[in-house]
């Protein structure tokens, strides 16, 4: 959604090794996106795919496209289902269980719908969708659709006969395929007809390439995440997009020419002495997104905690007196932590199932109002979110698309000391511990002494204010009991060593 006074300036951070972008708006980084060289995402990338099971209890398939798991395809996403038995028309087609679509050995095309996620492999259709700046390409289908965002039925109806016109003056007895995109709705019919030769000329490229080659085999990969920046992220908002690199500068200078020479105007090579992202305190804001605690101009914060199944975002009032009374100190804390968590959000990229459990209100005008303050603040979010309002448990429930990896997953690994678990055991804890662990050891064994090796904490513990426990230990047990600093040893890491 464009906000006519809004102004957004994209950072485009490019090295060796990775490339990053910045959305900047109001001087605060509202959106990252983040490209190694080496973990390159695959959703959009074109396959030559091998099945190689079939699982008609799934009603689904998995596939070697050459990646180290198999990609896994649901009927849902075969195209040839949608078909009826002569391969023509959608409507009324007979639903065709996927055994008899698909067999073990088949060479299928396929694109990957959505990455690699944990140990989860890529998810895959069939049916193969290229995006340009305006449109989408559907070289299988045969239809133009138009996007759901576009909503006045005149100038749909006229979209779509301007599109149809193009696509036929381009060649008549090429595919109709195609969705119009939100940012094709002002469009020239010259931009149009770029488009269309544009994606016409990447099908022919992958039909040339799929006739020549032997499955598994890579077809087409998706554009590199600083030309998608141009093609999806650029809006009439844009005002500046910069770049820290001569080289992919001019890249992107010959991309833009080529396909979209509106967004040419807006790049800017940076000079400044300052590396681009310090500039703009983007690193900054990397490493507070990567915090759990998030702080308000208000004195309040937020705790925000992602697990497997879902995100919880905690709103606090800290510090914060309100002016007038407590109830105006919530209310004016959960209005400013529904824009904070909008933000946060799309910075560290959070999907799924979100639970938010703002600080409690007695009102129910106040609640309706924090409500509203978040749906506006998540209305300019580029991923579907759905908000359901506050549950019966006073917590506000909704969901936001999963796209991608979130940032923390992207940039960071669980802790090898605690194992994700975010806390350790104390240094009293492990000392109890070893003395169970001697007490046990020596009921099996008869050293000449045992000796305690463990960290500098749990060491200095016994010898002071553990030390009557630990000589107790070895009165009842009659052996001697030796203690042995290992600086390399965490909290919780201990070894009882037999003498």
């Not at 050459?66 to 395809?73: C, N, S």
């Not at 002569?86 to 990957?112: C, D, H, M, T, Y």
């Not at 690199?245 to 080529?258: H, I, K, P, T, V």
């Not at 669980?414 to 000392?431: D, H, L, M, S, Y």
Request: proline letters at 3%; hydrophobic letters at 40%; aromatic letters at 6%.
């Amino acid at each position: 959604m464009n906000n006519p006074g809004l102004q957004e300036d994209l950072l485009i951070n490019i090295t060796p090794q990775e490339t990053r972008v910045a959305l900047i708006t109001h001087a605060a980084v509202q959106e990252l996106h983040i490209e190694r060289t080496l973990e390159r995402g695959l959703a959009g990338n074109v396959y030559l795919g091998r099945v190689v099971r079939v699982l008609p209890g799934m009603q689904s398939a998995f596939v070697d496209i050459g990646l180290e798991r198999a990609a896994f395809l649901h009927v849902a996403d075969l195209w040839q289902r949608m078909l009826g038995s002569n391969g023509e028309g959608r409507l009324n087609a007979p639903l065709v269980p996927i055994e008899k679509l698909v067999f073990e050995g088949q060479s299928l095309l396929v694109q990957v719908i959505k990455d690699p996620i944990g140990a989860k492999g890529a998810r895959l259709s069939s049916q193969i969708s290229l995006a340009g700046r305006l449109l989408v390409h559907l070289p299988q289908d045969g239809h133009i659709g138009i996007s759901q965002k576009i909503d006045d039925p005149a100038l749909r109806d006229a979209l779509r006969q301007r599109l149809t016109a193009q696509a036929q003056a381009h060649d008549p007895g090429a595919s109709l395929g195609f969705i119009v995109r939100t940012n094709a709705e002002d469009a020239s019919d010259a931009e149009l007809l770029d488009d269309i030769g544009y994606l016409r000329k990447t099908w022919s490229t992958i039909e040339a390439r799929m006739r020549q080659a032997q499955s598994p085999a890579l077809l087409y990969q998706e554009l590199s995440l600083a030309q998608r920046v141009l093609r999806d992220l650029v809006t009439d908002a844009t005002r500046s997009i910069q770049i820290d690199s001569r080289e992919n500068f001019e890249r992107l200078q010959a991309f833009a020419a080529d396909y979209m020479p509106g967004v040419a105007r807006l790049l800017q090579i940076y000079h400044g002495e300052r590396p681009l992202f310090e500039q703009y305190n983007v690193d900054e804001e990397i490493e507070k997104a990567l915090g759990r605690r998030v702080d308000l101009k208000s004195g309040g914060y937020l705790i925000i905690d992602q697990t497997e199944a879902m995100t919880t975002v905690d709103v606090n009032t800290g510090g914060f007196v309100g002016a007038r009374n407590f109830d105006d100190t919530i209310f004016k804390t959960n209005l400013e932590a529904a824009q904070a968590i909008a933000r946060q959000l799309r910075l560290r990229n959070l999907g799924g199932i979100i639970l938010i459990d703002f600080i409690d209100m007695g009102s129910a005008q106040h609640r309706a109002a924090v409500l509203d303050e978040l749906k506006k603040s998540l209305a300019r979010d580029r991923v579907k979110v759905s908000v359901n309002g506050f549950s019966q448990l006073g917590l506000v429930e909704m969901t936001r698309k999963r796209t991608r990896e979130s940032l923390a997953h992207q940039l960071c690994e669980p802790c090898p000391i605690c194992i994700g678990q975010g806390q350790v055991k104390t240094a009293r804890t492990t000392c109890y511990d070893i003395l169970r662990e001697i007490l046990r050891e020596a009921k099996q064994f008869s050293p000449r002494e045992f000796r305690i090796v463990a960290s500098n904490a749990v060491v200095d513990l016994f010898l002071e204010e553990e030390s009557t426990h630990l000589a107790e230990l070895s009165d009842f047990i009659g052996k001697p009991i030796a203690l042995q600093v290992e600086p390399g040893y965490v909290q919780h890491q201990f070894d009882i060593v037999l003498l």
